[in-house]
């Protein structure tokens, strides 16, 4: 007796493709289910193997290469071989899995460029579901600064380009640790634009939180002093451009003086802010120390790719994100699940009212 093993996608198939082979008469003798191990351009795959034989005469059917298997065979000849290409040849090759055209999709959908696109795309795994699966490697390539939005040091120091939201941010912030029991304080060194002490104390007479200005040393030493007792200090700071060469090294004698230990620095960045404009503003403000980011601007946006992107290369953590000028409100801590409900195409709706802060 003979035994044959046909191998198909389905137990289903492989008896077809046996019966085809070998005539209607064979009988089935085992059976094997398996997954494919898959490549960088092949998924896993299920595979059933089946040994059968046939009691009666084998009726082998023709077996000859046909017209459209020929194609199939040119076409995978023509196919580079993927471990010769280059990340970047790899990106641009059509030989993408499913999952990768979807991944690919989702990226350019969110403005994630490189090397944040080329480093998901290189460890992109099958999967079921392409957007959950893109939006967790995502969020394990991201930094959230949940250690200082839990412990805060004294001093918070909001820095960035002009009218990137510093000032309004600062003032959402500090109502949300008034709110969580923490007494707190505002000092601006912006004594510089027009109406900028105003626009900070009105938020702070609103908020119930006190306000000091210092447009020099002394007075920023006295003001440290009034407020030593707080829990909080949040600083804020005019936004300087390189062209303001006195006003950069005025902010930097000034932030000297609260002390690098005992300071959390807060850079604005809008996410509406073009990514080599971020990194132009970042080396402007990067003398200050190293940065949490609270992405501002949300809401005049569709997408967060950008930020993130800029996040990732200057391997800058996420502390907050706002979504409105409305203050207190418009602010949430950033988190896995405020950054997914911000990005597009990943098939979840998880953002609620609930995710916002002062709600
Ligand atoms: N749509 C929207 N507007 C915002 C957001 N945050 C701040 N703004 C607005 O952006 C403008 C500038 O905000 P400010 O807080 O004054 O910015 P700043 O960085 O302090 O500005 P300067 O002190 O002039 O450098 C104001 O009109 C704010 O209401 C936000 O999340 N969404
Ligand atoms: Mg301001």
């Known amino acids: 007796m003979e035994y044959y093993t046909v191998v198909a996608d389905t ?24 997954m494919t191990h898959g490549g960088i351009f092949t998924r896993r795959q299920p595979r059933c193997e089946i040994v059968c034989y046939s009691s009666g005469k084998v009726q082998k059917k023709d077996t000859k290469v046909q ?36 991944a690919l999709s989702i990226l350019s959908m969110n403005h994630i460029t490189d090397p944040l696109r080329s480093k998901l795309m290189k460890a992109f795994p099958t999967a079921e579901d392409t957007g959950l699966a893109l939006s967790d490697m995502l969020l394990r390539s991201l930094d959230i600064d949940y250690e200082h939005q839990v412990h805060p040091k004294h001093f918070v120091a909001f820095i960035g380009p002009t009218g990137s939201g510093k000032t309004t941010t600062l003032a959402k912030v500090a109502y949300v640790y008034s709110k969580q029991g923490k007494d707190v304080a505002i000092i ?23 306000v000091l200005k210092a447009a020099a040393e002394d007075e920023l030493l006295s003001a440290m002093e009034s407020f030593e007792k707080k829990d909080i200090v949040f600083i804020d700071t005019m936004g300087t451009s390189p062209k303001d060469k006195e006003l950069s090294l005025r902010l930097t004698s000034l932030m000297t003086l609260l002390g690098k230990d005992r300071t959390d620095l807060i850079m604005t960045i809008p996410a509406t802010m073009k990514e080599e404009d971020m990194r132009e503003q ?55 699940k405020a950054l997914i409900a911000h990005l597009k195409g990943i098939g979840l709706e998880m953002r609620n009212s609930e995710s916002q802060l002062s709600k």
């Open 67 to 102: 017209d459209k298997d020929m194609k199939e065979f040119e076409r995978e000849a023509r196919t580079p071989d993927p471990s010769t290409l280059t990340a970047k040849e790899r990106l641009d090759t059509e030989v993408y899995r499913k999952e990768d055209e979807d």
């Open 11 to 34: 137990y289903e198939n492989a008896v077809r493709k046996a019966k085809s082979q070998y005539g209607d008469d064979i009988r089935i003798h085992s059976r094997r289910d398996y």
């Open 188 to 210: 601006t060194l912006d004594t510089y634009r027009i109406g900028a002490y105003e626009q900070v104390k009105a938020f702070g007479d609103a908020l119930s939180i006190p």
């Open 282 to 336: 970042y080396a402007l403000y990067s003398r200050h120390g190293k940065p949490s980011l609270a992405i501002t601007k949300l809401d005049e946006t569709e997408t967060v790719g950008n930020v993130l992107s800029f996040a990732y290369s200057a391997e800058l953590p996420i502390i907050f994100l706002t979504d409105g000028q409305r203050v207190p409100d418009d602010i949430e801590k950033a988190s896995a």
